[in-house]
C-alpha cells in the first residue's frame, strides 16, 4: 500500500491482504492531486476505522480511469467503505469497476464507492459486489453529496438497517441515467438512479440512448450485463489463446469455423501436389 501527491500511478497490480487503521486501499492508502490508471488489487482490504477501499481509500483531486478489483476480494471498515475507493473528494471515476464485497459496521458504504463528496463524478462504472453497513448503503455509493454519477449500474444485493437503496443510500447531488436490479439487489427503492429487473438490466433498450455502445459499453442482449470494452479480456491474448480448430480468430469453435474447414478440403500445398 502506497500514498502519493502531484504524481501517476499506471499499469500497477497488488496481491496479499492489507490492514490498516484509517485511509486504507489495496493498492494505495492516500492520493492527492495526481492520476491513476489501468490498476487492480486483489487482496483483502481491513481498516479499523474509515476510508477504506479494494484499490483506493482515500482519494482527493485525482482522476481515476480503467482500474477495477474482482469479486475475490473482501473489505471491511466502519465508514465510508467503498470496492473500489473509500472516500472520494473531488476526484473523477471513470470506466472503473467493482465486484467486491463490501462489510462496514458503520455509515457511508458502497459497492463502488463509499462517499462520493464535493464535485467528485463516477461515469461509465458499474459494481456488483454485495454491500453491507449501518446506514446511508447503496448498491453503486453510499453517499452522493453535492457529486454525481452518470451511466452508471449496480447488481449486487445489499442490505442495512437504516437509510439503504439499491442504488445509493443518501443523495444531494445528482444521478443520470443511472441503474440498479432491484432483484438481485433485494432493493426496490434508492434516493436516486432508476430499478429495473435483471431481464431488462440486460437489453441494451434500458441504456441506449444515452449510453455508449460503440466504444465504452458492450453487451450481448438477453444474456449479461453490461460491460466496459477497454477492461474486457482480448481475443487472442496470452491468457485466453484461440482454441484449437477456431480458423476465423474470434475465440470460437463453431460452425462458421466448419464452413472455413469445408472451403479448403483436400487443399495441398506440398510440392508433390504442384
Sequence with gaps: MIGFSNGSVANCHSTGVVNGDYDVGGLIGYSSYGSIANCHSTGDVNGDYDHVGGLIGHSSNVSINHCY?????TLTGISSVGGLVGYNYR???TECYSEATVNGSGNDCGGLVGMNYDGST???????????GESYVGGLA???????ATNCYSTGSVSAPHNVGGFTGYNSGACNDCFWDIETSGQNQSVCGTGKTTTEMMQQATFDPPWNFDTVWGIDDGQIYPYLLALSPVCGDKDHPYPIGDLNY???VD????TIFAQHW???TAPECD
Excluded: K
Design 250 to 252: 474470434d475465440c470460437r
Design 255 to 258: 460452425f462458421f469455423d466448419f
Design 91 to 93: 476526484s473523477s471515476i
Design 142 to 148: 453510499g453517499s452522493i453529496i453535492d457529486a454525481m
Design 266 to 268: 483436400l487443399e495441398c
Design 122 to 132: 463516477i461515469t461509465d462504472c458499474y459494481c456488483a459486489g454485495s454491500v453491507f
Design 69 to 73: 478489483t474482482p469479486n475475490n476480494v
